[in-house]
């Protein structure tokens, strides 16, 4: 009796504890009953050097396990994946990633049955690949996790022969026609032009000035359209809902710029707190609204 006490006690602590702290998360960590994220993966760009860096977030209780990227290889070679992460709480958490092939076979991983499981800092280096698109999938491992990633790709070229379709792409000219060596097109007179602006004389035409050329960026003044970015994190405001945007001044984004919720009603806002990879913004909208639609526009 006295022992079946003990574990009566036992059982009804653990039940305050768990009424009285974090819920545990009991879904699955992805919204909608049949997700399939991998389809509508974030497509890389390798830059001149075959290099490209991305960052993320991640939280599970906002059903936002994973994040799933793709990067085509312009030829066979290496890719190095250089991956860190900073925790968004107290205590160990351990964010997982792995590279799948073109058929969806997973090539690399670093999930918690690695060495480095726990550390920020981990590094891949995938060799002989050949020309394709590879998937990129970072997750979560436990249900009250949250934290921030960052991922540096590195491609190097490989010494097999990269595929090339030329000059299969250049069109065949018909035959053209002689051309003189002189150019004998008769000389047209050019007719006297009027005076303009005295009696018995039309008037004066002022021209416009030529248009100025087209801005470029980094240009403050040239528009670079608008910018579709993910909603990372929403919590109630006395406005209705403040939302932390994946999207900061590294994509030209800055703080006073305009954008909207998609699909929300009233989901106008403006930008404030902006920092390399995010910002904030109060949106006058239930937060339930808001969470359901996860994207927005920035007008830039």
């Known amino acids: 009796m006295r022992q079946a006490g003990m574990l009566l006690a036992a059982a009804v602590a653990l039940g305050v504890t768990a009424c009285g702290g974090r819920q545990v998360p009991q879904h699955s960590g992805y919204k909608g009953k049949k997700p399939t994220p991998w389809t509508k993966a974030k ?14 977030e991640l939280d599970y209780g906002e059903y936002k396990r994973a994040k799933w990227y793709k ?37 690399v991983s ?12 981990k590094e891949r280096k995938l060799t002989g690949l050949n020309e394709g698109t590879y998937l ?26 990269w595929k090339s379709d030329f000059p299969n792409q250049v ?15 008769p000389e047209k007179a050019t007719p006297p032009q009027p005076r303009c602006g005295v009696k018995g ?15 470029k960026p980094p240009d403050p003044k040239c528009g670079l359209g608008p910018l579709s970015a993910s909603i990372t994190n929403v919590d109630p405001d006395p406005a209705g809902a403040r939302i932390s945007i994946g999207a900061g001044t590294s994509d030209n984004v800055n703080n ?6 998609v699909g929300v009603r009233g989901g106008s806002f403006r930008l404030s707190g ?13 937060v339930d609204a808001v969470r359901a639609s996860g994207d927005v526009v920035i007008k830039r």
């Open 43 to 56: 497509a890389i760009e390798l830059d001149d050097e075959y290099k490209a860096k991305f960052s993320g």
């Open 71 to 107: 990067v085509t290889l312009p030829g066979s070679g290496d890719l190095t994946v250089s991956f860190e992460f900073v925790p968004g709480g107290d205590g160990d958490i351990d964010v997982a990633f792995e590279v799948l092939d073109p058929n969806n076979k997973v090539l």
């Open 110 to 121: 670093a999930d918690n049955e690695a060495e480095d499981v726990y550390e920020q800092k």
């Open 136 to 161: 990129i999938h970072v997750y979560l491992e436990g249900r009250m996790d949250n934290a921030d990633f960052d991922v540096k790709l590195a491609f190097t070229r490989g010494p097999g022969v």
């Open 171 to 185: 069109a065949f000219l018909d035959e053209l026609p002689a051309v003189p060596p002189f150019d004998d097109t």
């Open 201 to 215: 004389k039309p008037a004066c035409v002022r021209r416009p000035p030529p248009p100025p050329p087209p801005c």
């Open 256 to 261: 006073g710029m305009s954008g909207y919720v």
């Open 274 to 286: 902006c920092t390399a990879n995010r910002c904030t913004a109060v949106v006058k909208a239930s």
